[in-house]
């Protein structure tokens, strides 16, 4: 199946460690992007990624790392400079006619 | 830059007719997309438009217009199980989201 995969589901991480999200696509899609969602409000862009090896920052980057090595692969890194890391985070992926979603990572400070 | 709008929360009547609004200022267009969000799920995707017109697809609709910069989203014969937050996002040189749009249906 074609699709866009997150992991872990759930993720817990103790104060001061950086933990890495992963997310992988299998759509040839181009454009890859990482967003924050705190309760009740909307996706905040972290990074996005329109070509492999490149990647920019989007409004709220600071706390967060990037690699795009592989076309199929943008994985976000969580650091410890990420004073407020609690959040649901969500990989898309986009090409002309379709952007889709995976299922998301829910990260929770312990 | 890259600005888009939609309401922050609209509430209508379990059986009725409600429609949501999204208007944008983007660099470049190459679609827009409507996205359905459950609480505490990912979104699901609903509709998208690259051409002028209605798009029908069972209860939901979405409108395009791309000379002023519009979209709604339509939704007919409400249930509740509707209730939700609905997205709106543009496909320019980036994918760039609304705040989305919290629908409340009520019995």
């Known amino acids: 199946d074609g699709g866009i995969t997150q992991s872990p589901k759930y993720l817990f991480r103790k104060e001061g460690q950086n933990v890495t999200l992963s997310c992988e696509q299998n759509l040839n899609h181009d454009a890859m992007y990482w967003y924050r969602q705190d309760p009740g409000q909307g996706l905040r862009l972290i990074y996005y990624?329109?070509?492999?090896?490149?990647?920019q920052k989007g409004d709220i980057a600071e706390g967060y790392s990037v690699s795009r090595e592989k076309k199929e692969s943008f994985p976000l890194t969580v650091t410890s400079a990420q004073k407020n890391p609690t959040a649901f985070y969500l990989c898309a992926s986009s090409m002309n006619g379709g952007a889709f979603f995976g299922q998301g990572t829910r990260l929770t400070v312990v | 830059g890259q600005n888009i709008d939609q309401p922050t929360e609209m509430t209508a009547t379990e059986g009725a007719i409600v429609q949501i609004n999204c208007t944008y200022q983007?660099?470049?267009?190459?679609?827009l997309f409507w996205y359905q969000q459950h609480a505490g799920e990912a979104p699901t995707f609903l509709s998208y438009n690259v051409l002028d017109g209605l798009e029908e697809k069972g209860r939901f609709s979405s409108f395009l217009s791309r000379s002023k910069g519009y979209s709604y989203l339509l939704l007919k014969e409400l249930q509740m199980k509707d209730s939700a937050s609905y997205l709106c996002?543009?496909?320019?040189?980036?994918?760039?989201f609304g705040g989305g749009t919290r629908l409340m249906v009520k019995p």
């Open positions: 983007t660099s470049g267009f190459n679609g």
């Open positions: 990624s329109q070509i492999v090896n490149d990647f």
């Open positions: 996002a543009v496909v320019g040189n980036m994918l760039t």
